[in-house]
């Protein structure tokens, strides 16, 4: 047969309850028209939820709601339920919500048998008076136990239901567990009213490890879908919270190539320009190698970028960690006065895992926080127990990726351990984007940090070891120096590098001596080709004179023999005529 509430051969229609991450594993709330379970033991926050139900639906939904209280009257819930800011004293006054009293008195002396039928009769007409659409009977056993024999309660279990059918109002029936595990929840008396009701929820409320610790579990959904494995929750400042994985509509969160500082320029040249923005990046490292300090740095950029940005340390208190980070010329607290920053420590916060992650939730986002620090986030390994803390840590790097939040976490490993393998306690390394690591080294007497990059998706990145510095003047990463295939840090590098100084400084006064020498020389055969240079001219000079001399005398001596046969010539003529005289 076909439950009320939805047309036949169609799903069930929802009823949004307001409980953040229970609507998303029930596709949507709890089956409108039709009735549920809600089973827990004491504490376990089954009223709370009930009542958050009914808030829901008179404020958003425009469905009226009543409460119909067995075992706390209506003033005290009331009163309990100011601190989720859910006003419910003003839905009283707009007709919106009711309570009804149906306490059974502490002196009552039964007499014969009674059913629910006159508080049903009367229910009935304070349902269409205010045509409520929704009604929650909490701790509903407490009635029960006043029947005489199991016959009886099944009887007036099976009136009420049939009751909520035929008006189809979207009903939550509450009921108490004796103890805490499942197993025992489903065993109680009443337990075949899980077989009755269309959906059956079960509130585990344990400690672990001196831990409180609570989980909701759906153990049935008729007509519909839904997250079967048990799911944590908190009762926040608004209600309950369900913490589930990322909801559909963030699964395809976008992915940005932009690129944000680390806060040292060096370590950016290592990562091939610093972190994608709205990546998760793993600092881990034993106490004492400066993975706050790391954490500061990248703290103190993204506020210099005008990013708003959320510290929080679990190791410290925030004065002492502005204080401690101003020796290595990381001033924090400008940005602290000026709001960009703001700083929490999580000393004070107490309980489990889910606890702290809500906590760190709703700090970020009230603060409109971009770039996110948790120092060390290794501190909620000591609050839950693996497989919780593991969800957690999921869950933490799920929701940043999907807001679009840069996350940056330190992560502190076992100091009596050298294993690096495993990352860290939360096992959350093979989930971040950038791992980083950071040791000591222990060379020469000196212990020094040393810093690698183990991964860093989507981008080239070194695969050095450097030296960590910490200094007045800020944070740095020393060059690499290896000999003899290790790397030297410390006093070790300092002397490498004054013996490559001083071999430097060397070569160059040998490189000038040899210059002077050389141009010295260079002079030296100057002069002598500038020497031989005017002696051969002398004696181009010399030769030249000697050739002009010698061509001056030749040409005085032919002169001479001209005139001399020039004389002769003159003679014979004179001889001449005068033998020809008479």
């Known amino acids: 047969m076909q439950s009320a509430g939805s047309p036949l051969g169609q799903a069930p229609t929802k009823a949004s309850t307001g409980i953040a991450g229970f609507d998303e594993i029930t596709n949507g709330g709890l089956p409108h028209g039709r009735t549920t379970l809600l089973v827990g033991g004491p504490g376990s926050g089954k009223t709370i939820f009930a009542l958050q139900f009914l808030a829901r639906g008179a404020r958003e939904c425009k469905e009226p709601g009543i409460f119909v209280a067995f075992e706390e009257n209506s003033a005290r819930i009331v009163a309990n339920a100011t601190s989720f800011g859910w006003r419910l004293d003003e839905l009283l006054g707009k007709e919106k919500l009711f309570f009804l009293d149906a306490q059974p008195q502490f002196d009552l002396v039964q007499s014969g048998d009674f059913d629910l039928g006159g508080m049903l009769a009367a229910l009935e007409a304070q349902a269409k008076a205010m045509r409520a659409r929704r009604i929650v009977f909490d701790a509903l056993d407490v009635v029960l136990a006043l029947l005489p024999d199991q016959a009886a309660k099944r009887r007036e279990i099976y009136r009420l239901h049939a009751w909520l059918l035929a008006r189809e109002l979207t009903g939550i029936i509450t009921a108490k567990a004796g103890g805490d595990e499942t197993s025992v929840v489903i065993q109680q008396q009443f337990s075949f009213m899980q077989f009755m009701v269309d959906c059956a929820v079960i509130l585990n409320h344990s400690v672990a490890l001196g831990v409180s610790h609570r989980n909701l579990r759906v153990l049935k959904y008729r007509g519909s879908g839904f997250d079967e494995n048990e799911s944590p929750f908190l009762i926040g400042s608004g209600g309950l919270e369900v913490a589930v994985a990322r909801t559909p509509a963030r699964v395809d969160a976008k992915v940005s190539n932009e690129r944000v500082s680390s806060g040292v320029e060096r370590l950016d040249t290592m990562l091939g320009g610093g972190y994608y923005r709205g990546a998760s990046i793993l600092i881990t490292g034993f106490s004492g190698t400066a993975k706050t300090t790391l954490s500061g740095a990248f703290a103190a950029a993204a506020c210099q970028r005008g990013e708003r940005t959320l510290f929080v340390s679990f190791d410290s208190d925030c004065n002492e960690v502005i204080r401690n980070l101003a020796s290595v010329g990381i001033g924090l607290d400008q940005y602290v006065k000026n709001g960009c920053l703001r700083m929490i420590s999580a000393r004070s916060i107490s309980g489990s895992a889910e606890s702290y992650l809500v906590r760190v939730k709703t700090l970020a986002e009230a603060h409109g926080a971009r770039c996110l620090v948790i120092d060390p986030v290794s501190t909620w ?108 840090m410390g006093t070790l590098r300092w002397e490498k590098e004054r013996a490559e100084r001083v071999a430097s400084e060397t070569a160059e006064a040998a490189a000038k001596l040899k210059r002077v020498k050389l141009d010295a020389e260079e002079a030296e055969l100057e002069v002598r080709v500038k020497s031989l240079q005017t002696e051969l001219t002398a004696k181009q000079v010399e030769k030249a004179l000697l050739v002009r001399a010698t061509q001056s005398h030749e040409g005085e001596l032919s002169r001479g023999r001209s005139q001399m046969k020039e004389l002769r010539g003159d003679d014979a003529t004179i001889a001449g005529a005068e033998a020809s005289l008479p």
């Open 381 to 488: 390994y000591k609050s839950s127990n693996d497989s919780t803390v593991q969800n957690v840590a999921d869950r933490l790097i799920d929701w940043s990726k999907g807001d679009g939040i840069t996350l940056l976490c330190t992560s502190l490993l076992d100091e009596m351990s050298n294993r690096v393998e495993n990352g860290s306690p939360l096992q959350i390394s093979a989930l971040v984007d950038t791992w980083i690591h950071l040791n000591y080294l222990m060379q020469a007497g000196e212990r020094n940090r040393g810093l690698s990059i183990v991964k860093s998706r989507g981008t080239a990145h070194s695969n050095q070891l450097r030296e960590l510095i910490l200094s007045d003047a800020g944070v740095t990463l020393a060059d690499t120096y290896t000999a003899g295939g290790e790397v030297l």
